[in-house]
């Protein structure tokens, strides 16, 4: 039973275009939402996160937008480099003693750039 | 400025043997998560830990799978007996605390293989 889902397996962007990558979650408790970058052969990197208190965050060209009544969120990556190649993770938490450890991951979706 | 270190990178075992895996965390890290990832999947959680203490071993296998954070030295998972279906990246995280503003960092993972 997945609680975060990423329906798209993979999504191939021109450069210097937008990229979409959106995420689903069905449980209401969540209240935190960080999507992380991965390489091959490497360990996920952070990117950018969320409160449930908010619907949008911005860090250069990457911003969240979270939906709570939909229960989605996206991140746009604009403009698209082929640097951001790599495949997106997107992860929910629920606040439990303050510990925000116990990430609940996506299967990732499978970002191409081309030049 | 290390990041989290993890070691082996790659660990071949045969079915009923023991595999150890270690994690150093980012320096100034008292928080360390374990995570594991099977193919084509999301990483999966699988226990919390501060220094000398089990926070949150939810995600874990009851049996043959343990962990450690001792007050001196590197974080340990151990699986012993491994099957094939241990087969997977396991990756460490660290944070400098459990709050919201303060995300994983995660290693590079270690891969092990059950032959």
């Known amino acids: 039973d997945q609680q975060v889902k990423q329906n798209s397996p993979s999504l191939s962007v021109q450069e210097g275009r937008i990229s979409i990558l959106n995420c689903d979650y069905t449980?209401?408790?969540?209240?935190?939402f960080l999507w992380y970058k991965k390489y091959p052969a490497e360990g996920p990197t952070f990117l950018i996160s969320i409160s449930s208190i908010k619907d949008k965050n911005e860090d250069g060209r990457f911003t969240v937008f979270l939906n709570k009544s939909a229960k989605h969120l996206s991140l746009h990556i604009v403009p698209s480099q082929p640097g951001d190649s790599a495949v997106y993770f997107c992860a929910a938490s629920v606040e439990y003693g303050g510990s925000q450890g116990n990430l609940i991951f996506g299967k990732g979706t499978k970002l191409s750039v081309k030049p | 400025n290390a990041g989290v270190m993890q070691n082996p990178r790659h660990l071949v075992r045969r079915r009923g043997q023991e595999a150890r895996l270690r994690c150093s965390p980012m320096?100034?890290?008292?928080?360390v998560y374990w995570y594991r990832q099977l193919p084509e999947e999301g990483l999966k959680f699988m226990v919390y830990l501060q220094k000398e203490n089990i926070i949150d071993e939810s995600g874990m296998p009851k049996e043959r799978f343990s962990a450690e954070f001792p007050k001196e030295g590197p974080s340990i998972l151990r699986i012993q007996q491994v099957v094939r279906g241990d087969s997977a990246a396991y990756f460490c995280?660290?944070?400098?605390?459990?709050?919201?503003?303060?995300?994983?960092?995660f290693g590079n993972g270690t891969r092990l293989t059950v032959t």
């Open positions: 320096k100034g890290h008292s928080h």
């Open positions: 449980n209401s408790m969540f209240d935190y």
């Open positions: 995280a660290s944070s400098p605390d459990n709050t919201a503003s303060s995300p994983l960092h």
